[in-house]
């Protein structure tokens, strides 16, 4: 119910601004969210559907892109083409597990095919620059539990550097960071919205959404936790 209610939330965000690309990425999650019902109702051929759907508009997110090739590995609804196709996104990504989809052993072979040839399309400069923010805030309350002076100065600088690596990259994804891209994203915000005095930029994450680079649910998700916790 609550992750209905955060896409609910992402789709009237999306509609409201939807301009240019934004349609389709609008259309994106239109039909993801039918996807989803149709799953929580263990409705699978018609989760299929929707989800083949939603993947004309928009390079599927890695967590559509699993759950279509465990329906078709695990329920045998929807097509070999579009499973695969979600494999090596997944891979690109190195965001790809295999072991969901024993069930069906050349589907389960062809994966891991994919998942041992596939060229990632991660960008080894920015996901180091991501690592290094993560590292950097574990450290400093490694230590303390409670807000000290080095941790608003870390958190203020850990900002600056997501600000700047934004507008080096255009865009922070699974696409060229990987699965932890967001991890560090999420850390930056949660802790600069406790520690700062000003609000965190929440708009280049909202233009991060309309583009299509980064799922609504999960920036609804940070936007909640950031105001309400």
């Known amino acids: 119910m609550k992750k209905f209610l955060l896409l609910s939330i992402g789709l009237f965000f999306l509609s409201y601004c939807t301009f240019g690309q934004s349609n389709n990425v609008y259309k994106y999650y239109k039909y993801v969210n039918k ?3 149709a799953r929580n109702s263990f409705k699978n051929k018609k ?3 929707y989800y083949e759907k939603a993947f004309k508009f928009k390079k599927p997110f890695e967590k559509d892109a699993w759950q279509y090739m465990w329906v078709y590995a695990n329920r ?6 579009t499973a695969l196709q979600c494999a090596k996104y997944n891979a690109q990504r190195k965001m790809l597990g295999t072991s969901a989809f024993k069930n069906d052993s050349i589907f389960y072979k062809n994966v891991t095919i994919i998942k041992d040839t596939t060229p990632i399309t991660i960008i080894p400069e920015l996901r180091d ?10 450290l400093v309350r490694i230590s303390d539990t409670i807000l000290t002076e080095q941790m608003i100065l870390t958190d203020s600088l850990n900002m600056l550097k997501l600000v700047q690596l934004f507008e080096t990259y255009g865009h922070i994804d699974e696409d060229n960071a990987g699965g932890k891209a967001f991890l560090a994203i999420q850390m930056v915000y949660i802790h ?3 520690t700062q005095k000003q609000e965190p930029p929440f708009y280049i994450l909202e233009n991060a959404v309309r583009s299509g680079s980064l799922d609504a649910r999960d920036y609804m998700a940070l936007y909640d936790f950031c105001q309400y916790f």
Do not use: C, P, V
Not at 129 to 138: E, H, N, T, V
């Open 35 to 37: 996807a989803e019902l």
């Open 47 to 49: 989760a299929s559907k």
């Open 76 to 81: 045998h609804y929807g097509n070999e083409t």
């Open 129 to 138: 620059a991501l690592d290094s923010i993560r590292k950097k805030d574990r």
């Open 192 to 194: 600069n919205s406790k």
